[in-house]
């Protein structure tokens, strides 16, 4: 997405669109935690896709009237499988570990997508990448803590979330340039929806009308959320939204205290604010040198 000139930048408009992002965000994590392991991970995450499929209903014009050849089906159907294999992740990861930890560990997606730029889009990786990329790294030994604490599934979890979203949206960059936003859009919900559905048979419990509501709920702050961060990134540039996301963080640490009854662990918020703090560096130097920034910013990566 291209950044707001000087003359049309709001600052504080950004701010608050990108505000009301972490909030529905932070949402959506809570409204997982609450539904818990009572519906599987795998079934979960599908009827997350399925349910939110009405969302699609503006994107069928332009989905339709976009000729799609066999290159990009195969593409949007690796897209998928990568998503999709990444959202149970997502999800299983909710049920085992805390709240702050899947919201600190998610912001390693953009520094997978650097890495991923250089070494199969041909991106250089200069100085400057190479350090943030170690910081977040470090960042992410500062939550895991190896050897500290026992690291548990769930943390392995949301390593191999942040490696799938992250191929995930490399795809999702080849393929903007080649179609509509909508076309991306409507395509990845279609096809992990396809990619999901034989997992969630595999595991299918019958959800009760509670169940399925909270998770049509689900689908509606994402993609809620997903519109208010284009408003955001439509009102202002990334160095000014960027370092707000550290908020949602905050929220997840005190949502996961108040209501969850976890524990406040200084070293995950550490860890999180040293991988974002990357993240924002690598987006600062981008808009310094006017280059187009290949790292997207991490409220981009959620489910």
């Not at 085992?96 to 997978?112: C, D, F, G, K, R």
């Amino acid at each position: 997405m291209s950044e707001p000139n000087s003359r049309t930048a709001q600052p504080l408009v950004g701010v608050f669109w990108m505000l009301v992002t972490g909030a529905l965000f932070v949402a959506v994590t809570a409204v997982v935690k609450h539904v818990g392991d009572g519906v599987p991970a795998p079934q979960a995450a599908f009827l997350r896709y399925a349910l939110g499929l009405v969302f699609l209903v503006p994107m069928l014009g332009p989905l339709f009237r976009t000729g799609l050849t066999r290159r990009t089906l195969v593409l949007f159907s690796a897209r998928g499988l990568a998503h999709g294999v990444g959202v149970m992740c997502w999800f299983f990861a909710m049920t085992q570990i805390s709240i702050a930890e899947v919201t600190a560990m998610n912001y390693l997606n953009p520094v997978y997508v650097t890495l991923g730029a250089a070494f199969f889009l041909g991106e250089r990786l200069a100085a400057r990448r190479i350090i943030a990329v170690l910081m977040a790294l470090i960042g992410a030994l500062v939550i895991l803590r190896p050897g500290v604490r026992e690291i548990s599934p769930g943390h392995i979890a949301m390593l191999v979330t942040a490696v799938l979203f992250a191929c995930s949206y490399l795809i999702a960059g080849i393929m903007s340039m080649e179609v509509s936003p909508a076309v991306v859009v409507a395509m990845l919900s279609i096809t992990v929806t396809i990619v999901l559905a034989p997992f969630a048979y595999a595991v299918w419990v019958p959800p009760t009308l509670a169940q399925l509501g909270l998770l049509f709920l689900v689908a509606a702050f994402a993609t809620t959320g997903h519109y208010t961060m284009t408003l955001a990134f439509a009102a202002a540039p990334l160095t000014v939204t960027q370092p707000v996301t550290f908020l949602q963080l905050v929220w997840a640490t005190l949502l996961g205290w108040l209501v969850f009854d976890e524990s406040v662990d200084r070293w995950v918020v550490i860890g999180g604010a040293i991988i974002l703090g990357s993240v924002t560096f690598i987006t600062w130097r981008e808009a310094v040198l006017k280059r187009r920034a290949v790292t997207p910013p991490d409220l981009a990566t959620k489910v």
